[in-house]
């Protein structure tokens, strides 16, 4: 999803709240003005302090009107969508504030106000829109927030395609390359521009692609985090969620790995700032004293700043409580970082308790004494809230490993990249490090493809009681 589509979506609701109260203020205003109370006197007098109060309200119950109306897709709506949905809307609105007027004897208005706020309630909003649209076609035009996508396919369609992204910017795509045919010798190409970042979607545009290579294109799509388009008349796999498009006439349809996009995606990061912000003041009395037990046993630095592989790939440095004597600490923070990790690779060996390209040490003689306590209640784990709130990480996903881990990762493990790593997941909650890491895998891919704030919030809850049960901590 574009990271455009996305901000401009989580600006609407605040944005008609504010327009939704310049809308009630300005009726309020035109009413109680020296020119209309010259025409019309006043029969009741409305006080300010009461009308805002009961406009903020009402714009709440606008929004909510506005949500059910469906104005607060990521993808755009034409316009002729928009004023219908808002004129629906804003009329339900009204009725409300009607009824509640009806009803209600403490409440006072006037018949004006009312006829004011319902014309100014469809007009704001739809001015607020428009501007809106014209800013993001401005940026489109310019070539800000393009995604790039190579187009698969020897057909009409494809060059038809192709053409019309390449002559229509607004439509934010920049067509990389036209290919006719999918092989092996394509997929290093479009390997090498992923990694140059010039690819993020791939659209097959021919019918007549056999389904093993459709199905390879797939795979490779989901392994690198590429999103996977089709004509509708490419093949009749079945997908779970997918959502469907119009471009120059043709139906495409994107497979959605994940319901972690749209608004999905800003719900969820919403949820990790509130609930992080919220676990890190509570847990800040326990980092300070076991960074102070940490600093008097061996001395500084007390935090670990450990690289991982997040979200499609991309590095992160992971902050953990130092739980390992310094003389065998890895990483560019330490002096013997090379030497101690060979001493690891030998420990790996010896003592390693999973099998896969994920190691764990049991009884790991480098850990300190305060370093087993703390790791054994995952107090170490506290200080990655911070990469929650810096957004390197989210409070539930999968577990982020290292980038020599990540590089022996067959095909079906790298899905798990799809999404940004989390404090905990579903491996915490279901065994931590007793489980294989396939078992892992197959739990991670199925919160990827299943998940809800509700969801996330099981995990959160169930957290601590896998934590205080000690079983699979080492």
């Given at each position: ?159 038809d395609l192709a053409k019309y992204y390449r002559s229509n910017p607004v439509h934010g795509m920049t067509v990389t390359k036209v290919v006719k045919s999918w092989s092996d010798m394509t997929k290093k190409e479009l390997l090498s521009l992923h990694k140059k970042n010039t690819l ?121 409580l130092r739980s390992m004597y310094r003389k065998f600490s890895i990483g560019p923070q330490f002096a013997s970082s090379k030497k101690n990790l060979q001493y690891e690779k030998e420990l790996i060996k010896e003592k390693s308790i999973k099998g896969g390209p994920v190691y764990k ?36 996903g999968p577990r982020p490993h290292q980038p020599r881990e990540v590089e022996k990762y067959e095909d079906e493990a790298r899905k798990v990249l799809a999404i940004k790593p989390g404090v905990t997941g579903m491996a915490q909650i279901s065994g931590r490090s007793d489980l294989s ?38």
């Amino acid at each position: 999803m574009r990271r455009l589509d996305l901000t401009f979506s989580a600006l609407l609701p605040p944005l008609d709240f504010i327009v939704l109260m310049l809308a009630a203020l300005s009726a309020y205003a035109l009413r109680f003005s020296s020119y209309f109370t010259e025409i019309r006197p006043l029969l009741t007098d409305i006080p300010f302090g009461q009308f805002f109060s009961t406009a903020a309200i009402f714009s709440l119950v606008w929004i909510l009107l506005f949500t059910i109306a469906g104005l607060y897709t990521i993808r755009p709506l034409p316009l002729w969508s928009i004023i219908g949905r808002i004129s629906l809307a804003s009329t339900a609105g009204i009725m409300l504030v009607i009824a509640t007027v009806f009803f209600s004897r403490e409440f006072q208005t006037s018949r004006f106000v009312i006829l004011a706020v319902w014309s100014f309630s469809i007009l704001f909003p739809l001015l607020e829109r428009v501007l809106l649209r014209t800013v993001r076609r401005q940026l489109l035009k310019a070539g800000i927030s393009h995604q790039h996508i190579v187009i698969i396919g020897q057909t009409t369609a494809a060059q038809d395609l192709a053409k019309y992204y390449r002559s229509n910017p607004v439509h934010g795509m920049t067509v990389t390359k036209v290919v006719k045919s999918w092989s092996d010798m394509t997929k290093k190409e479009l390997l090498s521009l992923h990694k140059k970042n010039t690819l993020d979607i791939l659209l097959l545009a021919d019918p007549n692609v056999s389904r093993k290579r459709a199905l390879e294109m797939i795979r490779f799509a989901e392994t690198n985090h590429i999103d996977f388009r089709y004509l509708a008349d490419v093949f009749s796999a079945a997908f779970q969620r997918v959502e469907v498009s119009t471009t120059a006439g043709f139906p495409i349809i994107e497979v959605k790995p994940t319901p972690l996009d749209g608004w999905g995606r800003i719900a969820k990061r919403i949820f990790d700032i509130f609930f992080a912000s919220f676990l890190l003041l509570l847990f800040s009395p326990v980092i300070l004293l076991a960074m102070l037990a940490l600093l008097i046993e061996d001395g500084f630095p007390v935090i670990f700043q450990n690289p991982r592989v997040g979200e499609k790939g991309g590095s992160f440095k992971l902050f953990k409580l130092r739980s390992m004597y310094r003389k065998f600490s890895i990483g560019p923070q330490f002096a013997s970082s090379k030497k101690n990790l060979q001493y690891e690779k030998e420990l790996i060996k010896e003592k390693s308790i999973k099998g896969g390209p994920v190691y764990k040490i049991a009884e790991d003689p480098r850990v300190t004494p305060v370093g087993k306590f703390i790791r054994r209640w995952s107090i170490d784990e506290l200080p990655q809230f911070w990469n929650v709130l810096k957004g390197d990480m989210s409070l539930v996903g999968p577990r982020p490993h290292q980038p020599r881990e990540v590089e022996k990762y067959e095909d079906e493990a790298r899905k798990v990249l799809a999404i940004k790593p989390g404090v905990t997941g579903m491996a915490q909650i279901s065994g931590r490090s007793d489980l294989s890491f396939e078992d892992e895998v197959q739990l991670d891919i199925w919160y990827i493809e299943n998940w809800s704030l509700a969801l996330d919030l099981y995990v959160l809850l169930k957290t601590p009681l896998v934590v205080f049960a000690k079983r699979g901590a080492y």
